[in-house]
């Protein structure tokens, strides 16, 4: 006799009229799309993987580019201010959850609170990855590109950095930024740099103590290659332009792919977190308006909090793949 599967069987598992699953229609909605955006983070993660492992001699090293912390100009902090605000998001999350909790509870004071807190740590993240894109686009030591689109670096006898200005020659030359106004219609040279590649190839010559380190990275120490004094001269002959700080045309740091991703992935990233402060904001508004009180249920807040955990999630893979590994 064949089997057959009775109703009730399936009512147990199907029948949630319109709650199936035991979810709501606006959990449900929520997880389809936060599946959606995590195949997206993945292709762009994994295009950067992939762009990392083509380019691994001369990919940037996190430790050389991330060292500014707040009020601490010029002190080394490698990754600190970066490890902060991963903390500060994590925590948001507990705060989230708290709120989460509490609104099960019904507890409106509590659910407001622990609201606010998980938007100020929002805020927190988001002012602190703009102050990051500042110090990312603005440089701190400038370096030099040649004719073949290699990036050289300064530094001193010892290995620590050099920054051009430290070491360049002011010569009596006239820059002119070449504009549209003064050469082809349809070029346009952005803002000159502080030096020009001939005082920083005259103070080089000048200064004996300044080497060349090249973008390149030695496999075995893992550390980027510093060349002789009879190199560097060799290498400062191609030199076409000075690099000061990172954009999508020009990395002081190493890769100009590197700059791509980093602006377009933290920036898609950090999108999401405001996006997440704006949601946050209105149910907070909504929370201490009683709305969801005299619904009788706090479900928006559990659905708000879906995807604020996700957005943290997803940080932790971007801070890996970015800043650790």
Known sequence: MATTVTTSTEGKVWGGGNEPLKASYGKLMMW??????????????????????KFIETWPLADEVFTHFPFMHGVPAPMYYVALMTFILIFSSVTMVLAVDAGHQMKKDKVAVYMFLTIIGGLIFVGSQAWEWKNFIKGEYGAVETKG????????????????????????????QHKRSNG???????????????????????????????????????????????????????AVSVIEGANLKQNEYGNKLFADFFFFITGFHGFHVFSGVVINIIIFLNVLLGTYERRGSYEMVEKVGLYWHFVDLVWVFVFTFFYLV
Not at 32 to 45: E, K, M, N, R
Request: hydrophobic share 45%.
């Open 32 to 53: 389809f799309f936060i599946v959606s955006d995590a195949l997206t983070f993945s292709g762009f993660l994994a295009s950067y993987g992939f762009s990392r492992f």
């Open 149 to 176: 689109g290699s990036i050289l670096q300064f530094v001193d006898k010892s290995g620590k950095r050099v920054a051009l200005h430290e070491f360049a020659v002011a010569l009596p030359e006239e820059r002119v």
């Open 184 to 238: 082809l219609w349809y070029e346009d040279e952005p803002a000159l740099t502080s030096v020009s590649v001939a005082e920083v190839v005259a103070g080089f010559k000048a200064n004996e103590n300044v080497l060349v380190r090249s973008e390149k990275i030695d496999q075995t120490t893992k550390q980027k290659i510093v060349l002789s004094r009879e190199e560097s001269l060799a290498h400062l002959e191609s």
